[in-house]
C-alpha cells in the first residue's frame, strides 16, 4: 500500500508540474459572398495567420454580407476581423450616413486593394448613359455591401433614381442573366472584371457606363472620401478609357482587439509573399505598408502602427488614433 501511495503521489506531482497545452485564440474573419475573389484573399489570410502562429491561433473564414455587415458584426464582437472599404470605415469611424449615430469603432490593420465600381449594363437594354438608369430595374450591388450604400448615395447626388433591385451578387448577377435587372454595380479588381462580371459578360455582353466630367466634380466636391479612378476599358466592356469612382478594400479589427493580436496578424501578412498573391493576384508586386499609408483615410489600429514603425516607415498623424 505504501508503494501504492508514493506511485499515486509522484503522478499527482508530476501532472501538476506539466504544463497544459497552450489553446488556440479563435479569430473569425469576416468576407463576403464566398463567389468574390475577395473570399479567395481572406481564405488565403486565414492560411498565412494558422501557418504563421500554428499554436497560437487558428482562422477561419465567414462568409458575409461585406463591408455594412462586417462593421455590424464586429462591433457586436461575432468577428474579430473584416473586409471593409475605407469609404464606409471612416463613416463608421465618425458615426455618419450609413451608421449615423451609431459610430463604430473600428481601427484599421492594413488596405490591400483599390474598388473602382463599374457601373455595368446589359447591351441589349439600350441604355448607354448613367441618366437613363432612372426609373430601370438595377442592382446597387450585394445587399449590406459598401458598394450598395456608395452606389445609393453617387446615384442619389446625380438624381437619378433607378428600380432597385436587391439581393446578394448571385441573386443579382442571375437577374441580369434572366433580364429581370437591366445590370448592377460591381467592384473591379484592379483595372479588371472581377470573376462573377466576368462570368456575366461571358454568356450576356455588357456595357460599362462610364462617369462623365461634370459628375466626376460633382463627386469630388461632395463626396472626398471616394476617388476617381481611370480605367482601361476594353472589348469585354465595350468601351475605350472611361473614369468612375472607386474605393480602397481593406482590414479591419473589431473594437477592443488586443495590441499583440493586432500585431502578430499585420506581421505575418506583410511578411507573406506567396498566399495573398495567389489568391489575389491583382496585389502582386504592391507594397501593402505603403499603399495602406498612402491611402488610408482612418486611424490605424496600435498593433499596426508598431509593425509599422518597426519596420521603417513613417506613419502620419492623420492615421493615428485620437489621444
Known amino acids: ?79 474579430d476581423m473584416g473586409l471593409i472599404t475605407t469609404s464606409a470605415l471612416y463613416h463608421a469611424n465618425e458615426g455618419i450616413k450609413t451608421f449615423d449615430g451609431e459610430a463604430i469603432d473600428s481601427p484599421l490593420l492594413w488596405a490591400y486593394a483599390l474598388a473602382p465600381q463599374n457601373v455595368i449594363v446589359r447591351q441589349d437594354a439600350g441604355v448607354t448613359s448613367i441618366e437613363e438608369l432612372a426609373g430601370q430595374r438595377f442592382g ?103 473614369r468612375t469612382w472607386g474605393f480602397m478594400i481593406g482590414v479591419s479589427a473589431r473594437p477592443g482587439l488586443d495590441d499583440e493580436t493586432a500585431y502578430d496578424i499585420v506581421k505575418a501578412v506583410m511578411e507573406d509573399d506567396v498566399e495573398q498573391v495567389t489568391a489575389f493576384p491583382s496585389i502582386d508586386g504592391v507594397n501593402l505598408a505603403e499603399q495602406t499609408l498612402a491611402y488610408a483615410t482612418s486611424p490605424l489600429h496600435p498593433g499596426a502602427i508598431r509593425w509599422f514603425e518597426e519596420n521603417g516607415y513613417e506613419v502620419p498623424d492623420r492615421l493615428r488614433p485620437a489621444e
Open 1 to 79: 500500500m505504501k508503494l501504492f501511495a508514493r506511485i499515486a503521489a509522484a503522478a499527482l506531482v508530476a501532472g501538476a508540474m506539466a504544463e497544459p497545452a497552450a489553446a488556440q485564440e479563435r479569430l473569425a474573419l469576416g468576407a463576403t459572398n464566398a463567389q468574390s475573389s475577395h473570399y479567395a484573399y481572406f481564405a488565403a489570410l486565414a492560411k498565412v495567420i494558422n501557418e504563421a502562429y500554428p499554436d497560437k491561433y487558428q482562422a477561419s473564414v465567414v462568409e458575409t454580407g461585406a463591408t455594412v455587415d462586417n462593421l455590424r458584426r464586429m462591433e457586436r464582437g461575432q468577428l
Open 140 to 242: 446597387p450591388g450585394q445587399r449590406g455591401s459598401s458598394t450598395e450604400a456608395t452606389s445609393q448615395e453617387v446615384l442619389a447626388l446625380f438624381g437619378v433614381e433607378p428600380d432597385w433591385v436587391r439581393g446578394s451578387n448571385g441573386e443579382l448577377a442571375a437577374a441580369i442573366k434572366d433580364n429581370r435587372a437591366i445590370g448592377f454595380i460591381k467592384s473591379a479588381v484592379g483595372t479588371d472584371f472581377d470573376a462573377l462580371t466576368t462570368d456575366i459578360a461571358t454568356f450576356t455582353p455588357v456595357q460599362v457606363l462610364p462617369v462623365p466630367d461634370d459628375k466626376v466634380a460633382m463627386i469630388q466636391e461632395t463626396l472626398p472620401e471616394l476617388s476617381i479612378v481611370d480605367m482601361p476599358g476594353g472589348e469585354m466592356e465595350n468601351t475605350g478609357p472611361y
